[in-house]
Every structure is written in structure tokens, then in C-alpha cells.
């Protein structure tokens, strides 16, 4: 089993930064890729961005040039910087870890979220 932990979020005005975080424990060397969803009311769930163990990055184009993902593998943590924040970034965001069971399966674990308001 995987166990994903956010923290982090808060609120903050436009134009401000955040920085979100996402602790992995458990089977963790299963691990091969991690990343962010994030969920508004009303909305569906959307990537923002994941990083894979081979290092290839990807981001959501509503994010690009303004959010960064970035792991720490010594402890086991997955970071989002979020810059230049505005009212449509508002929502709850989510860890994801993907890994495999056995030798083929893959199996999603998310975290319980964390909550990001930006708002003036």
C-alpha cells in the first residue's frame, strides 16, 4: 500500500505564490510516476502537472510557464510551486502516485487533498 499526505495549501491573493507538498509512504520503491490533480466545485478533475522516475515532466497548458513540479526522492516528496496565482487556480489539489502491483498492474493512490483559494 501506498499512503499519499498533502499540506500546504492556504489562501493567498492574486498574483501571489504557493508552494504545496505530497509525501508518499508505504510501498514507495513501486513507485514510478507522481503529479497533481486538482478539483473545483462543479468541475471535473484535471492534471496539473506528474513526474515520472524516468524524468519526464508534463504539465496542463492552463498551468505552463507559471507552475513548477519538482521531487525530492530522499524523502520521499513531491512539490508544486504555483506562481503568478489567480482566481481559476482556486480548488482542492490532489497527489497522485501511480505504481505497479505484481508485474501487471498499475494502481492510482490519491491523497486527501488540500485546499488552494486565491482571492483578492
Known amino acids: 500500500q501506498v499512503q499519499l499526505v498533502e499540506s500546504g495549501g492556504g489562501l493567498v491573493q492574486p498574483g501571489e505564490s504557493l508552494r504545496i507538498s505530497c509525501v508518499a509512504s508505504?510501498?514507495?520503491?513501486?513507485?514510478?510516476?507522481m503529479g497533481w490533480h486538482r478539483q473545483a466545485p462543479g468541475k471535473q478533475r484535471e492534471l496539473v502537472a506528474s513526474?515520472?522516475?524516468?524524468?519526464?515532466?508534463d504539465y496542463s497548458d492552463l498551468v505552463k510557464g507559471r507552475f513548477t513540479i519538482s521531487r525530492d526522492d530522499a524523502k520521499n516528496t513531491v512539490y508544486l510551486q504555483m506562481n503568478s496565482l489567480n482566481s481559476e487556480d482556486t480548488a482542492v489539489y490532489y497527489c497522485?502516485?501511480?505504481?505497479?502491483?505484481?508485474?501487471?498492474?498499475?494502481?492510482?493512490?490519491w491523497g486527501q487533498g488540500t485546499q488552494v483559494t486565491v482571492s483578492s
Open positions: 513526474i515520472t522516475t524516468n524524468g519526464n515532466i
Open positions: 508505504g510501498d514507495i520503491f513501486s513507485i514510478f510516476a
Open positions: 497522485h502516485a501511480d505504481r505497479t502491483k505484481g508485474s501487471t498492474t498499475t494502481v492510482r493512490t
